[in-house]
């Protein structure tokens, strides 16, 4: 029996038809360091129809690659309207990452313009010469770009083009957005989301069940808009018409505190490391006032349980954490407590890495390829699969990561008959100590859970006897001390006694990878070469 539904492919044009219709009158604030500018969304939209036009006119195809290389700002979401909606891929370029490994993914990815925030140009020069590919780079903003040579202006380009725009009705299985992985090991890998992906992600973002975006919101966007689509928020304001703060290169503490009292938004997501140091700031600022946030979404790493509190006890706002990767676009499971949660008790939940979102599934599996109980017991690596959950990478065949038809996450933990993930590692962070496993997640949390302690990083270290061992990484907090023997006795009141690290650094700061993560194989690296000051108990 067939249905008497109507069809139509879910586009992103659609998304920007909705929010330029609907919520035209909602704002765009991109927060400059000496000016803050606001665009409404009728406008955005407007403008994105005539970069559109421009992009038509220097000759892109349906299927043809547009990189950009930009902060979070007004013009970086009018490329992400208008690109996909033309029927074009946009290529978010990561701009933390080294040269080489930016010149391989814009190859890689045959990117054929790539639009520049001005004040990166610098960063972008530096692998001109080896991207013969690109045609066209296109300019926004003020700044010096001779170091790119012959290069077109962003605002002079779209202000030679009319408004209005024919979007075109492609396949919705066809490809919108593509960014690729950090390539912490080996060579960046791409992933290529489709309009139809898009558009149910962002439906997910909406539910009460994550983080439920909607048109009372206003979003303070520090999540990088290269970082899988900045979590997909771009499109989801659009969608759901909820306002966007754009940060620019203003991700330090206090100008994001200052952000939040004089812009109050009501969300705002980012990366634990960015959040720490928004705590440190405000504890610092007597005009710190967070009254306005129903609450922020961390993800990108485990959101220690002393933060959680912070923000709890100090400022009264929840912090919700978010688990995903580049390959699950990126929303996958989100830590909200089960409704009828004691409100003392909604941190053992928001803690967890989360609980699954409806669309996806998840699975833990043994060594051998079996799957393992629900039971919030059984240790095992997560495998996901979903409508927005990757297949596969872009050219670039990788089988070990997966299997029949689902993602293998490399994240290891338990899931409880509930739907909440507890990551307790990465497959290749977890340590092996004589044959039994320690958590380096769970021993970080524990450590920076003393109050001298800003970040902590865990690594295993080889070990004759034990096969390997922890080494604790510790960074102090300023004009605050603490010793190796008084961080484990710390820890011997919160860990069981074999977990103990004998190995123990207070290093400067913690190594970070272009998304903020630690970046565990360089500490690794500098035990290994001997550029560490270890103490051994």
Not at 176 to 181: D, E, L, R, S, V
Request: hydrophobic letters at 40%; a negative charge; charged letters at 20%.
């Amino acid at each position: 029996m067939q249905s008497t539904m109507q069809e139509g492919p879910l586009l992103i044009s659609n998304m920007l038809r909705h929010g330029q219709w609907l919520y035209a009158d909602k704002k765009v604030f991109t927060v400059g360091p000496e000016a803050t500018s606001e665009a409404t969304f009728g406008q955005v939209a407007a403008r994105a129809e005539q970069l559109a036009h421009a992009l038509q006119r220097l000759g892109m195809k349906p299927g043809d690659r547009v990189a950009t290389f930009m902060w979070n700002n007004q013009r970086h979401l009018e490329a992400y309207l208008a690109i996909p909606s033309m029927g074009c891929v946009i290529h978010t370029l990561n701009i933390r990452l080294f040269p080489e490994q930016l010149s391989y993914i814009i190859n890689h990815a045959s990117d054929r313009v790539i639009i520049v925030d001005a004040t990166l140009a610098p960063l972008l020069a530096k692998v001109r010469h080896e991207i013969p590919h690109v045609e066209h780079i296109i300019v926004a903003g003020d700044g010096d770009t001779s170091a790119l040579g012959d290069v077109l202006s962003y605002e002079e380009l779209i202000a030679a083009e009319p408004t209005g725009f024919d979007w075109p009705l492609v396949d919705e299985t066809s490809a919108a957005a593509m960014c690729y992985t950090s390539g912490t090991t080996g060579n960046p890998k791409g992933v290529v989301y489709s309009h139809r992906s898009t558009w149910l992600h962002s439906m997910a973002s909406t539910t009460v069940n994550t983080i439920g975006l909607g048109e009372r919101d206003r979003v303070l966007l520090i999540v990088p808009m290269f970082h899988v689509n900045a979590w997909g928020v771009g499109y989801t304001a659009f969608f759901a018409g909820c306002e966007l703060i754009m940060p620019q290169m203003l991700l330090q503490g206090e100008p994001l505190v200052e952000m939040i009292r004089s812009l109050r938004p009501t969300i705002s997501l980012g990366v634990p490391t960015i959040w720490n140091d928004v705590l440190r700031a405000a504890a610092a600022d007597p005009q710190a006032d967070f009254s306005s946030l129903r609450g922020i979404l961390a993800g990108g790493s485990a959101v220690p349980r002393t933060m959680i509190e912070a923000f709890r006890d100090r400022h009264h706002v929840d912090v919700i954490q978010g688990w995903g990767m580049t390959e699950t676009s990126p929303l996958a499971a989100v830590s909200v407590p089960p409704v009828g949660t004691p409100r003392d008790e909604e941190i053992d939940f928001r803690v967890k890495s989360g609980r699954m979102v409806a669309g996806v599934q998840i699975r833990i599996m043994d060594p051998d390829g079996h799957e393992l109980p629900k039971d919030g017991v059984a240790v095992g690596e997560f495998e996901i699969a979903g409508p927005w959950i990757t297949a596969s990478y872009f050219g670039d065949d990788d089988p070990s990561k997966f299997r029949d038809g689902w993602l293998r996450t490399g994240d290891v933990g338990t899931l409880d008959p509930q739907g909440f993930m507890t990551i307790s590692d990465r497959t290749k962070d977890v340590i092996k100590s004589g044959g039994e496993w320690i958590s380096s997640v769970e021993l970080e949390n524990a450590v920076m859970a003393h109050p001298a302690v800003f970040e902590a990083a865990v690594v295993a270290v080889p070990d004759p006897r034990w096969e390997e061992r922890p080494l604790c990484c510790v960074v102090l907090r300023p004009n605050m001390t603490a010793t190796a023997s008084e961080l484990r006795d710390f820890l011997a009141e919160r860990v069981v006694k074999w977990w103990l690290p004998e190995r123990w650094a207070f290093i400067d700061s913690v190594p970070k990878t272009s998304v903020g993560k630690f970046d565990k194989k360089v500490l690794r690296n500098q035990y290994g070469n001997g550029h560490l000051a270890v103490e051994t108990l």
